[in-house]
C-alpha cells in the first residue's frame, strides 16, 4: 500500500535518480519536477529518463521568465551582494524552484516533497523554508539527512552500484572533480577534495571566456532602467536591442560572458556554520549591478540610499540564508522597491576584457544639477555660507578632542 504522494525536485542526474528509485522502495508514489531556470539541460531525456524509472507523473516548468522577473530583478534593484562579492545566482534561484514545486505538490494531492540537497549546504534550507512557508502541513523528504540513506550511499561508487543494479543509466564519461549549479543568472562550481589555494582548471569556466582570450574590441551598450529594472539594451555597435525580460538578461550573459566578465573564486560563510569555496560566473547580473549602481546613484536622494544600501545588506542574508518568503524579506523588498520609484533613465557603458566601463548617463529624474556644482557659476550657492556649515560640524569634534582626545592628553 502506498505511503503517498512525493514531488520530487529532479535533475535527470544519478543523484535525483537514485533518489527516485529508492523513494519507490520505500513505497511511495513518485512524482518528478524538473525546473527550466536556463541550465543547458536535454530537458526531453530527462522526461524519458524519470518515466522509465517508474516516475508516476513528470513535471518540466519553463519558469525563466518568472525567475528573471520576480526573483533576479528585486535582487537587480537591491544590488544584492553577500558579503561583497557573491551576487546570489542560487539562492534567488530555490525560492523559484521551490515555490512552483509547491504549487505542483498542492495540485496534485501531495502531503510530501522531496529533494537531493546535502545535508552540509545552504539549498535544503532554501528548498525547505520556502515549502513550509508556502506549504505549511507539507511533509519533507530530505534522503541526504536521513541515516539510512546515507549510511548505505556513502559516497559516487555506491550510488553508481546501486544505479547499475536498478537499471538507472550511469554516465558514461568520467566525473570533473566539481560540482556544478548552472542557471540563467550564473554558474557555480565547487571543487572537491581540492585546498583553497589551488587554482581553477581553465576548463571549469563555462559561462565567460577567459579574459585574456576575449574580443580586443570592446561592445558598447545603453541599458534603460524604470523603477529600478532594466526594460530595454541595446548594443551601439551593431543596434541589436531587446526589450523582454528575459531576452535583456540573456542578451547581457551573452555579451558579458564573450569578454569574460563576471568571474569570482571566494570562500564563503554558509548558514549553517561552515565555510565554502565557490567558484562563479555571473556575467549579465556583474554587468547589471554596475550600470544599476550608477542609474540608482544619480537619481535618488542621499539620504534614502543611505537607508536603501543597508537594507540591500539585509536584503541579501536574508535570501542567502533562504529567507526569502519571511515577513521581514517582505517587508524589506517592498521598502526597496519604494526606493526605485524614481530610478529611470539609461547607463552608456562599455564591455572589455573582464571589465564593465561607465561611460555615462541621462534620466528625466535626475537629481544632478550642472549650474549648481559647477565652478564657473554660482548659482543659488553662496560659498559664505560653508564656513557656517564647516564649524557647526566642528563643535562636536573639538569638543570630543577637548575632553578626550588628543588635545585633552597634552595638557
Given at each position: 500500500?502506498?505511503?503517498g504522494?512525493?514531488v520530487?525536485?529532479?535533475?535527470g542526474g544519478l543523484?535525483?535518480?537514485?533518489?527516485?528509485?529508492?523513494?519507490?522502495?520505500?513505497?511511495?508514489d513518485?512524482?518528478?519536477?524538473?525546473?527550466?531556470?536556463?541550465q543547458?539541460?536535454?530537458?526531453?531525456a530527462?522526461?524519458k529518463?524519470?518515466?522509465?524509472l517508474g516516475?508516476?507523473?513528470?513535471f518540466i516548468?519553463?519558469l525563466?521568465t518568472?525567475?528573471?522577473?520576480?526573483?533576479?530583478?528585486?535582487?537587480?534593484?537591491?544590488?544584492?551582494?553577500y558579503?561583497?562579492r557573491?551576487?546570489?545566482?542560487?539562492?534567488v534561484?530555490r525560492?523559484?524552484?521551490?515555490?512552483r514545486?509547491?504549487?505542483?505538490a498542492?495540485?496534485?494531492?501531495?502531503?510530501?516533497?522531496?529533494?537531493g540537497?546535502?545535508?552540509?549546504?545552504?539549498?535544503?534550507i532554501?528548498?525547505?523554508?520556502?515549502?513550509?512557508?508556502?506549504?505549511?502541513?507539507?511533509?519533507?523528504i530530505a534522503?541526504?539527512?536521513?541515516?539510512?540513506?546515507?549510511?548505505?550511499?556513502?559516497?559516487?561508487?555506491d550510488?553508481?552500484?546501486?544505479?547499475?543494479?536498478?537499471?538507472?543509466?550511469?554516465?558514461?564519461?568520467?566525473r570533473?572533480?566539481?560540482?556544478?549549479?548552472?542557471?540563467?543568472?550564473?554558474?557555480?562550481?565547487?571543487?572537491?577534495l581540492?585546498?583553497?589555494?589551488s587554482?581553477?582548471?581553465?576548463d571549469?569556466?563555462?559561462?565567460?571566456?577567459?579574459?585574456?582570450?576575449?574580443?580586443?574590441?570592446?561592445?558598447?551598450?545603453?541599458?534603460?532602467?524604470?523603477?529600478g529594472?532594466?526594460?530595454?539594451?541595446t548594443?551601439?555597435?551593431?543596434?541589436?536591442?531587446?526589450?523582454?525580460a528575459l531576452?535583456?538578461?540573456?542578451?547581457?550573459?551573452?555579451?558579458?560572458?564573450k569578454?569574460?566578465?563576471?568571474?569570482?573564486?571566494?570562500?564563503?560563510?554558509r548558514f549553517?556554520?561552515m565555510?565554502?569555496?565557490g567558484?562563479?560566473?555571473?556575467p549579465?547580473?556583474?554587468?547589471?549591478?554596475?550600470?544599476h549602481?550608477?542609474?540608482?546613484?544619480?537619481?535618488?536622494?542621499k539620504?534614502v540610499?543611505?537607508i536603501?544600501?543597508?537594507?540591500?545588506i539585509?536584503?541579501?542574508e536574508?535570501v542567502?540564508?533562504g529567507f526569502w518568503?519571511s515577513?521581514?524579506?517582505?517587508?524589506?523588498?517592498h521598502?526597496?522597491?519604494k526606493?526605485?520609484?524614481n530610478?529611470e533613465?539609461?547607463?552608456?557603458?562599455?564591455?572589455l576584457?573582464?571589465?564593465?566601463?561607465?561611460?555615462?548617463?541621462?534620466?528625466?529624474?535626475?537629481?544632478?544639477n550642472?549650474?549648481?556644482?559647477?565652478?564657473?557659476?554660482?548659482?543659488?550657492?553662496?560659498?559664505?555660507d560653508?564656513?557656517?556649515f564647516?564649524?557647526?560640524?566642528?563643535v562636536?569634534?573639538?569638543e570630543?578632542?577637548?575632553?578626550?582626545?588628543?588635545?585633552?592628553?597634552?595638557?
Amino acid at each position: 500500500m502506498s505511503k503517498g504522494k512525493v514531488v520530487l525536485a529532479y535533475s535527470g542526474g544519478l543523484d535525483t535518480s537514485c533518489i527516485l528509485v529508492w523513494l519507490k522502495e520505500q513505497g511511495y508514489d513518485v512524482i518528478t519536477y524538473l525546473a527550466n531556470i536556463g541550465q543547458d539541460e536535454d530537458f526531453e531525456a530527462a522526461r524519458k529518463k524519470a518515466e522509465s524509472l517508474g516516475a508516476k507523473k513528470v513535471f518540466i516548468e519553463d519558469l525563466r521568465t518568472e525567475f528573471v522577473e520576480d526573483f533576479i530583478w528585486p535582487a537587480v534593484q537591491a544590488n544584492a551582494v553577500y558579503e561583497d562579492r557573491y551576487l546570489l545566482g542560487t539562492a534567488v534561484a530555490r525560492p523559484c524552484i521551490a515555490r512552483r514545486q509547491v504549487e505542483i505538490a498542492r495540485r496534485e494531492g501531495a502531503q510530501y516533497v522531496s529533494h537531493g540537497a546535502t545535508g552540509k549546504g545552504n539549498d535544503q534550507i532554501r528548498f525547505e523554508l520556502t515549502c513550509y512557508a508556502l506549504y505549511p502541513e507539507v511533509k519533507i523528504i530530505a534522503p541526504w539527512r536521513i541515516p539510512e540513506f546515507y549510511n548505505r550511499f556513502r559516497g559516487r561508487t555506491d550510488l553508481m552500484e546501486y544505479a547499475r543494479e536498478h537499471g538507472i543509466p550511469v554516465p558514461v564519461t568520467p566525473r570533473a572533480p566539481w560540482s556544478m549549479d548552472a542557471n540563467l543568472m550564473h554558474i557555480r562550481s565547487e571543487l572537491f577534495l581540492s585546498g583553497s589555494e589551488s587554482r581553477a582548471p581553465a576548463d571549469l569556466y563555462l559561462m565567460t571566456k577567459n579574459p585574456e582570450d576575449s574580443p580586443n574590441v570592446q561592445d558598447v551598450l545603453e541599458i534603460e532602467f524604470k523603477k529600478g529594472v532594466p526594460v530595454k539594451v541595446t548594443n551601439m555597435n551593431d543596434g541589436i536591442s531587446k526589450n523582454t525580460a528575459l531576452d535583456v538578461f540573456s542578451y547581457l550573459n551573452e555579451i558579458g560572458g564573450k569578454h569574460g566578465v563576471g568571474r569570482i573564486d571566494i570562500v564563503e560563510n554558509r548558514f549553517i556554520g561552515m565555510k565554502s569555496r565557490g567558484i562563479y560566473e555571473t556575467p549579465g547580473g556583474t554587468v547589471l549591478l554596475k550600470a544599476h549602481l550608477d542609474i540608482e546613484t544619480f537619481t535618488m536622494d542621499k539620504e534614502v540610499r543611505r537607508i536603501k544600501q543597508g537594507l540591500g545588506i539585509k536584503f541579501s542574508e536574508l535570501v542567502y540564508n533562504g529567507f526569502w518568503y519571511s515577513p521581514e524579506c517582505n517587508f524589506v523588498r517592498h521598502c526597496i522597491a519604494k526606493s526605485q520609484e524614481n530610478v529611470e533613465g539609461k547607463v552608456q557603458l562599455s564591455v572589455l576584457k573582464g571589465q564593465v566601463y561607465i561611460l555615462g548617463r541621462e534620466s528625466p529624474k535626475s537629481l544632478y544639477n550642472e549650474e549648481l556644482v559647477s565652478m564657473d557659476v554660482q548659482g543659488d550657492y553662496d560659498p559664505c555660507d560653508a564656513s557656517g556649515f564647516i564649524r557647526i560640524n566642528a563643535v562636536r569634534l573639538r569638543e570630543h578632542h577637548r575632553l578626550q582626545g588628543l588635545s585633552s592628553t597634552k595638557q
